[in-house]
């Protein structure tokens, strides 16, 4: 189990199969109705909270369109719930966009009639207003972070009313008592195998000490964050620069996320003095200045290098050609924000490849194994977050070498012992450098291949097909190499490109097969 630090060229792939609800013009990818008949299936077992999680880029605002047009259609009253007002803007345009007449609850909208059955709703507004009684399905977008007293009143007072909370990333403590079951239709990876996401490129940077850092609400506070990371900020300045330069022969769409506004000013002077235009955006920028920023950023020739922001970017933001996240604020427990950030440079883009995190933070030190986790498995249980255990251990220096070369900073895949950087490490003594019954590690034309467990089965499949074996021939090989049985479907699984490493890992277990039948 690893992280994608690379993925094979994206024409490898077939595209993912489309599904066309009977009732629906909206077109959905096979996973988006599977978390659509998943919910279906849960509220048909007297389940009427769920949560569905699913990665950034997922799709979540389309999939819930296709969840309001399908209630509007059965004569339902139905609420979508954001919690900013970007976010509110942002929904009321899809739903135009499909031809879905809605109302929006939010002071001062133009889009304001109470009498529409399809309402977006402003979290603010519905507390100032008080939650309608009369609601037969509620959508909340962003479910992690709308848990707030009122809306859980909400739920426990309203049984009958079918709540679905959509999210990436539902860690936040009091998921479990606000939705009672979770459907989890994809992961990280197999959306990267799919090419809805780019893998990542990581690279730990000169990060701010944070030993002693005063702790509030079991973070690191504001004050503290700003403070150490002011002593980094040139180097935040000159590593873009030199990564930027050498992995992309200049500079890119970036987005660096700070501790708070004024540590934004900070870094966005020194970007300036060096001639490159970042500008920040957050809670005081006037929603003029920021939509005019945000579509001078999204063309595909715009002026400006960079955005900054403390949080405001971490939901809801969907540049996709961004290439470059810089992480300035480093993170105690907030395992969800991580992967909010990390989310804002994996959307898939025509020409990208991957996305590049360079983390001044020590925030992956912290978080890999759940970062691992999250990315091969997704989430199948609510009230079990990162964020709800003690805050993880800073790595030692000898973790921190496994983790990241010293000589350039990026991050290991797994197996791998000469970086890109030239530097090579030293094997441990007595190691096993290939265990047997285990894939080891690829390269190809001088880049490491982080192979997924889903992009193993995908070749088996492939193989399969091509020698017209029965489909359970790839679940037993995939069985004996990896030690528990696939959890995709066959028919499902699109062909890829097989690579040489697999196809010898299966010819020398048929070998090893025929000999064990002869003895």
């Known amino acids: 189990m690893q992280i994608s630090l690379y993925s094979e060229p994206r024409q490898h792939y077939r595209p993912v199969p489309v599904v066309k609800p009977q009732t629906s013009h909206i077109t959905l990818r096979s996973s988006q109705a599977a978390a659509i008949d998943g919910a279906r299936e849960k509220v048909k077992q007297g389940v009427n909270k769920v949560a569905i999680v699913a990665p950034c880029g997922f799709g979540k605002s389309v999939l819930a369109c296709a969840f309001i047009e399908a209630a509007k259609s059965r004569g339902s009253r139905i609420w979508f719930v954001v919690d900013r007002q970007i976010l509110v803007n942002d ?85 479990g008592a606000a939705y009672h079951a979770v459907i989890n239709p994809t992961s990280t990876n197999k959306q990267i195998g799919e090419g809805y ?58 987005i660096v996320f700070t501790a708070d506004i004024a540590h934004g000013i900070e870094v966005a002077a020194a970007f300036a003095a060096q001639g490159y235009d970042f500008r920040q955006i957050s809670c005081k920028t006037s929603k003029e200045e920021r939509d005019e920023i945000i579509s001078e950023f999204r063309r595909p020739d715009s002026t400006i290098h960079g955005l900054i922001s403390c949080g405001v970017l971490t939901r809801g933001f969907d540049v996709t050609d961004v290439q470059v996240g810089i992480m300035a604020r480093p993170l105690r427990k907030s395992f969800s924000e991580f992967i909010q950030q990390v989310g804002r440079i994996q959307r898939s883009h025509p020409g990208k490849e991957f996305g590049l995190l360079l983390d001044h933070a020590g925030n992956v030190g912290r978080f890999l194994p759940e970062m691992e986790e999250l990315f091969e498995n997704g989430v199948s249980r609510l009230d079990d977050p990162a964020d709800a255990k003690p805050p993880r ?127």
């Open 197 to 254: 996401l780019v893998p990542l490129r990581i690279f730990q940077c000169v990060q701010a000490d944070m030993t002693g850092a005063k702790v509030v609400a079991g973070e690191y506070s504001d004050s503290a964050v700003v403070e150490r990371g002011r002593l980094i900020i040139g180097d935040i300045v000159s590593t873009w620069v030199e990564k930027t330069s050498d992995v992309f022969g200049g500079p890119v769409k970036t």
């Open 393 to 519: 251990k800073e790595p030692t220096k000898k973790e921190l070498l496994d983790i990241f070369c010293p000589k350039c900073g990026a991050m290991w895949a797994k197996g791998q012992r000469e970086c890109l950087c030239g530097y090579v490490r030293q094997p441990k003594k007595s190691a096993v450098e290939v265990v047997p019954g285990k894939m080891v590690e690829v390269t190809l034309n001088g880049k490491t291949l982080a192979k997924t467990r889903y992009n193993l089965y995908q070749q088996l499949c492939t193989i399969t097909r091509e020698r017209s074996h029965n489909p359970g021939w790839a679940a037993h090989k995939y069985h004996e190499i990896v030690g528990n049985w696939p959890k995709w479907r066959f028919d499902e699984t699109p062909s890829v490109e097989v690579s040489r490493e697999t196809r010898n890992k299966v010819r020398q277990m048929q070998i090893a097969f025929s000999k064990r039948a002869l003895s």
């Open 91 to 175: 929904m009321s345009d899809k739903l135009a966009s499909y031809g879905i007449d809605h109302g929006v609850l939010m002071s001062g909208h133009w889009r304001w009639d109470t009498s529409k059955p399809v309402q977006v709703v402003s979290i603010q507004t519905a507390e100032k207003r008080g939650w309608a009684t009369d609601i037969d399905v509620m959508i909340v977008d962003e479910a992690h972070a709308n848990l707030r007293k009122s809306f859980l009143e909400f739920c426990r007072n309203s049984p009958k009313t079918k709540i679905i909370g959509l999210t990436a990333t539902p860690f936040t403590k009091g998921m």
